[in-house]
């Protein structure tokens, strides 16, 4: 089974305008965390957002946000005033066993394709 | 944030000939970096987590003696694409967590390898 599922591979989105982009994991690890990746066309992964399996709120780190919800194991980003610049591939992941000690591989979903347009 | 840096970002060779590609955690010490591979439109795969001091763990289906993995120091660790063939042409990434604590995994900005 697929531990990371983006099933949109293309989101177009209005300049200004907000955009979910949808994830869903699988665990049965009751500690994990949870990452979005923005991957321009230079290829270089930049680091958004991440949540722990554990925190209570959502995170939010400036225009993103994510919307954590445990029971339905989904973890969809919010792109607030969507940008021109924000047109990338974005990928969700999930590291498993936090608890377990040492460092833990991370699992990334097959991404979305964001374009915004002007 | 921390910074990783990878080397060469592009590398064209021929085939038969082997290719190191080096990835640097410039300010924190890594005891742990991660490989990964991408084709082109799809998703990172992890390859293997480089360990310093000891030897390398590869995923599932990753040929140990193809992908030559050695964590040589605290700040570097190298990848060698050995007798290199056209399917090896992907876009390779390191990552390096800084610390346990430390819920970001910072990423080396790619290598390009092209096998003619």
């Known amino acids: 089974a697929q531990k990371i599922t983006q099933t949109q591979p293309g989101m177009f989105v209005q300049e200004k305008e907000a955009v979910t982009l949808d994830c869903t994991y699988d665990?049965?690890?009751?500690?994990?965390?949870l990452f979005w990746y923005k991957q321009p066309s230079s290829g270089e992964m930049i680091f958004l957002i991440y949540?722990?399996?554990?925190?209570?709120q959502n995170a939010t780190e400036g225009r993103y946000s994510l919307n954590f919800q445990k029971a339905r194991k989904s973890a969809n980003l919010v792109i607030s005033a969507s940008q021109l610049g924000d047109s990338a591939m974005y990928f969700c992941a999930m590291r498993e066993g936090m608890n377990s000690g040492g460092y833990q591989k991370v699992t990334f979903g097959i991404g979305t394709k964001l374009q915004v347009i002007p | 944030g921390a910074v990783v840096s990878q080397h060469p970002s592009r590398v064209i060779c021929k085939s038969g000939t082997s290719v190191k590609i080096e990835c640097r955690s410039l300010d924190f010490q890594a005891t742990t970096m991660f490989w990964y591979r991408q084709f082109p439109k799809k998703s990172l795969m992890l390859m293997a987590t480089s360990n310093e001091g000891s030897k390398a763990t590869y995923e599932q289906g990753v040929e140990k003696d193809k992908f030559l993995i050695n964590h040589a120091s605290l700040t570097l660790s190298t990848l060698t694409v050995t007798s290199a063939h056209p399917e090896d042409s992907s876009f390779y990434i390191c990552?390096?967590?800084?610390?346990?604590?430390?819920?970001?995994?910072?990423f080396g900005p790619g290598t390009r390898l092209t096998v003619l």
């Open positions: 949540q722990g399996s554990y925190d209570q």
């Open positions: 665990t049965s690890d009751p500690s994990y965390g």
């Open positions: 990552s390096a967590p800084r610390g346990f604590a430390d819920n970001e995994q910072f």
